[in-house]
């Protein structure tokens, strides 16, 4: 009896330091490469030729909040360390955002809140201007460490090889 109370306590210390090991505090996701925003961006605009004339805002901190509200709100403002978003000068479809996280972590948190964007877009669309659906529905919403792109153009696959090959090692 005395052996079998040694060993289920042996298992239920254990099993504690188990779960404090687990409770430790939690590093930052992974960075990955770094890039130029700017640079970036540029090269994503120029990589589709047929891109309208296009309206930009970049920022970051308190600045940059006011225009990223168009693409989510300021919940997922503070996970944002610095964005491009550039849409259609014309009212078109035609829109292109980096977003620079704080945290590659909450990737999916931006993810999903850029894909709710495209579909508010898409209603949108359907009521002022049917014609453009088909682009928002060829939205492509791409992740490379703590940056995502939302690319809606002509020429997406082209923008998204633009994106990727950005964060290639060289």
Not at 94 to 105: H, M, N, P, S, Y
Not at 130 to 146: F, H, K, N, W
Not at 148 to 167: M, P, T, W, Y
């Amino acid at each position: 009896m005395r052996q079998s109370k040694r060993i289920a306590c042996l298992g239920l210390a254990a099993l504690l330091l188990a779960c404090g090991w687990g409770c430790g505090p939690k590093e930052q996701s992974d960075p990955g490469k770094d890039v130029d925003m700017a640079a970036l961006a540029q090269a994503m605009l120029d990589a589709d030729p047929t891109l309208p004339e296009m309206a930009a805002a970049s920022g970051s901190g308190e600045q940059g909040a006011a225009d990223f509200t168009y693409l989510s709100n300021l919940e997922i403002y503070k996970l944002v360390d610095e964005y491009y978003y550039a849409a259609a000068d014309a009212g078109t479809a035609e829109e292109i955002a980096v977003v620079k996280l704080k945290d590659a972590g909450d990737a999916a948190a931006l993810m999903d809140a850029l894909h709710k964007h495209v579909e508010q877009r898409q209603g949108t669309f359907r009521e002022y201007d049917p014609s453009q659906v088909p682009l928002t529905e060829g939205a492509v919403i791409v992740r490379e460490g703590r940056y995502v792109a939302l690319i809606v153009c002509q020429k997406s696959g082209l923008v998204q090889n633009v994106f990727r090959d950005s964060f290639r090692e060289n």
